[in-house]
């Protein structure tokens, strides 16, 4: 089955410890995307890539790391700097020449 | 300015009847623009994408679009118990930053 697969779905932080969020897509995609969602608010962009081996900060970059080595793989390290990481992470691919997005099932990370 | 402003609700409706949704956006250069639903704990679902100004219809959902006045709609016909979740707008540049910004949602509630 295509999709996307984002790994783990839950996932639990200590205070000053960097994670990794994983985002696989078997839609031979070229764009993906990482939003991160709080309660009750709506998306909002962290970083995205058009292609493999590049990438864009988004609205909220600041404390956020990515990599594109390969078309299929985005993933997304939440680092120490980001000091409130609890939040519901996103990742989305999109075909080239078009703007739809499709989502996976997020992971939801949360600082103890 | 948010540059997408949606009502956060919730639109409450009697089921069998109309929702209406409505989203404004800011950004002039927008191209293309979408209407995703959530339901509680889960990802976003692309339920509607919109190109041109006028009306989109397929099956109970229409999606309306006035680029002159930057507004965007979603009408719900016929509204079931199951349509209850949050609805998310999304518009996006065809050019430069190709990434969807999302506004913060509506919460419809059906009322069976």
């Known amino acids: 089955d295509g999709g996307i697969t984002q790994s783990p779905k839950y996932l639990f932080r200590k205070e000053g410890q960097n994670v990794t969020l994983s985002c696989e897509q078997n839609?031979?995609?070229?764009?993906m995307y990482w939003y991160r969602q709080d309660p009750g608010q709506g998306l909002r962009l962290i970083y995205y890539?058009?292609?493999?081996?590049?990438?864009q900060k988004g609205d909220i970059a600041e404390g956020y790391s990515v990599s594109r080595e390969k078309k299929e793989s985005f993933p997304l390290t939440v680092t120490s700097a980001q000091k409130n990481p609890t939040a519901f992470y996103l990742c989305?691919?999109?075909?080239?020449?078009?703007?739809?997005?499709?989502f996976g099932q997020g992971t939801r990370l949360t600082v103890v | 300015q948010k540059e997408v402003e949606q009502n956060s609700g919730p639109l409450s409706v009697p089921e069998g009847a109309i929702a209406s949704l409505n989203c404004t956006y800011s950004?002039?250069?927008?191209?293309?623009f979408f209407w995703y639903r959530q339901y509680s704990g889960k990802s976003p679902e692309l339920i509607m994408s919109?190109?041109?100004?006028g009306d989109k219809e397929d099956g109970r959902f229409t999606a309306q679009l006035n680029k002159a006045s930057q507004y965007v709609s979603l009408l719900i016909r016929d509204s079931q118990p199951s349509d209850s979740a949050t609805y998310l707008c999304a518009v996006t540049r065809d050019t430069g930053r190709r990434a969807l910004t999302f506004g913060s949602g509506t919460r419809l509630q059906v009322q069976p």
């Open positions: 890539s058009q292609i493999v081996n590049d990438f």
């Open positions: 950004d002039r250069g927008s191209q293309s």
């Open positions: 839609l031979n995609h070229d764009a």
């Open positions: 989305a691919s999109s075909s080239a020449g078009y703007t739809e997005a499709f």
């Open positions: 919109i190109y041109s100004n």
